[in-house]
């Protein structure tokens, strides 16, 4: 298994969205866990890179409806999980979703947790045609995962801090980091 997996978000259409590579940090009964340190690298669709100046881990569900992205302090979303279909391994070291629009948040602020473009979400079901089952496993998925949230349920509650305590003060690749802390 590839420690580097690239990480493909699309559109419902095929047409790339989010995508770069992460470290494979390790598997527990949440799911597989991905991260990288302070200054990560992604791309959205054709557009220009983008850094990301928090470490953040995300989590891989194997037969869920979303991924969740964990982040480090002081970005304002500490958790935010997107609403996609069920990811996918598409190559050895790539896994490849969906993106459905929806999200939902845990904000550092204090603010209540919040479930987020509804109205891309609306716009996309017309634009992309998607089936009722896509719009009825999306829209229960982002209603779940909201309540998961509010009620601090596990993975949200501390089960990613193990993961992102790997990467939260590496700036860069973490595996090359901990392997040179490590005398490797």
């Not at 959205?44 to 470490?55: H, I, K, M, W």
């Not at 990613?160 to 490797?184: F, K, T």
Request: charged share 25%.
């Amino acid at each position: 298994m590839s420690e580097l997996i690239r990480l493909t978000y699309r559109k419902y259409d095929g047409s790339l969205h989010w995508h770069g590579a992460m470290r494979r940090l390790g598997e527990d009964e949440h799911g597989l866990w991905l991260g990288w340190g302070r200054n990560m690298l992604m791309t959205r669709g054709s557009g220009p890179t983008v850094t990301f100046d928090q470490a953040h881990v995300q989590l891989v569900r194997r037969a869920d409806w979303w991924c969740g992205a964990f982040h480090a302090a002081p970005r304002p979303t500490a958790i935010y999980c997107d609403i996609t279909t069920v990811a996918e391994w598409t190559a050895p070291d790539e896994i490849t979703m969906v993106d459905l629009d929806l999200d939902v948040l845990r904000f550092r602020d204090g603010r209540a947790p919040a479930i987020v473009d509804e109205d891309e979400f609306l716009e996309h079901q017309v634009w992309y045609e998607y089936p009722p089952e896509v719009i009825e496993n999306a829209r229960s998925t982002a209603d779940a995962l909201l309540v998961a949230i509010q009620r601090d349920n596990e993975p949200f509650r501390s089960a990613y801090q193990r993961w992102l305590s790997l990467v939260a003060d590496v700036d860069g690749d973490p595996i090359s980091v901990l392997a040179e802390r490590n005398g490797r």
